[in-house]
């Protein structure tokens, strides 16, 4: 496992693209730290198919599933959690296969989505069941 920076306090570390809705990433980060574990979010440059016409076709729903698996691997915890620039979000563990995200939510999802979003990735951390 790669953890981008051995000093860096553990956290579930959020991969972002760029442009992606400051509201969706907000509520995640807030799921999270309800649940008492600190985030850390990372602009990750580039587009997917998906995201460059609004919707999330296949392409699009793999690449929140990449960035999210990738984000796990960076972290310390061994989750990550992975936002489009259209909204869509994936949550991962580091030790899952790649294409088996523990979640996903699309792009018309509610703010309690993103929430659970964020709190799901926490609660793996803390070994609590999902909810």
């Known amino acids: 496992m790669t953890h981008s920076d051995p ?6 570390v959020v991969h972002v693209r760029p442009g992606a809705p400051e509201r969706v ?14 985030t850390r979010v990372v602009t990750v440059p580039g587009r997917s198919a998906g995201e460059q016409d609004g919707s999330m076709r296949s392409t699009g729903e793999h690449d929140v599933t990449a960035l999210a698996h990738a984000a796990a691997a960076s972290s310390r915890l061994d989750v990550g959690i992975a936002v489009d620039a259209v909204g869509a979000a994936a949550v991962h563990h580091g030790k899952l296969p790649a294409q088996r995200p523990v979640t996903t939510v ?3 999802a509610t703010v309690a989505d993103w929430r659970r979003v964020g709190r799901t990735a926490a609660r793996i951390v803390k070994g609590l069941p999902l909810s």
């Open 25 to 38: 990433l907000r509520e995640i980060c807030a799921g999270a730290e309800e649940e008492g574990v600190p």
């Open 7 to 12: 000093g860096s306090r553990p956290a579930v």
């Open 106 to 108: 699309e792009t018309d």
